[in-house]
């Protein structure tokens, strides 16, 4: 089965950090796509957070995340992180990664995980 797989979600207090892993199951996440990271909160809609392009490696943010959040990969590895530190109760949410091959602004997904789950509290 072709799929994404999330790791790295968990209970974090205020102004904690973890970082989210995104890997490929059933074909390999190489450096022509376009990956994106979304989430989505109970009683919301799903929110696009983060993207980095298959281009040129141009990253975007949300601007509720910006400065706290950076999103990278590891071609060799094969791998997309999420790291996020700074963490907000509002932060909590089911964080999904997302590939859109030859993608720049993972606006058309091929690809998505079943999604993990983050919980900031106290």
């Known amino acids: 089965q072709v799929q994404l797989v999330e790791s790295g979600g968990g209970l974090v207090q205020p102004g904690g950090s973890l970082r989210l892993s995104c890997a490929a199951s059933?074909?390999?996440?190489?450096?022509?796509?376009?990956i994106g990271w979304f989430r989505q909160a109970p009683g919301k809609e799903r929110e696009g957070v983060s993207c980095i392009s298959s281009i040129d490696g141009s990253t975007y943010y949300a601007d509720s995340v910006k400065g706290r959040f950076t999103i990278s990969r590891d071609n060799a590895k094969k791998m997309v992180y999420l790291q996020m530190n700074s963490l907000k109760p509002e932060d909590t949410a089911v964080y999904y990664c997302?590939?859109?091959?030859?993608?720049?602004?993972?606006?058309?997904?091929?690809?998505w995980g079943q999604g993990t789950q983050v919980t900031v509290s106290s």
């Open positions: 997302a590939a859109e091959a030859y993608g720049s602004k993972c606006e058309e997904l091929d690809y």
């Open positions: 059933g074909f390999t996440l190489d450096y022509y796509y376009a």
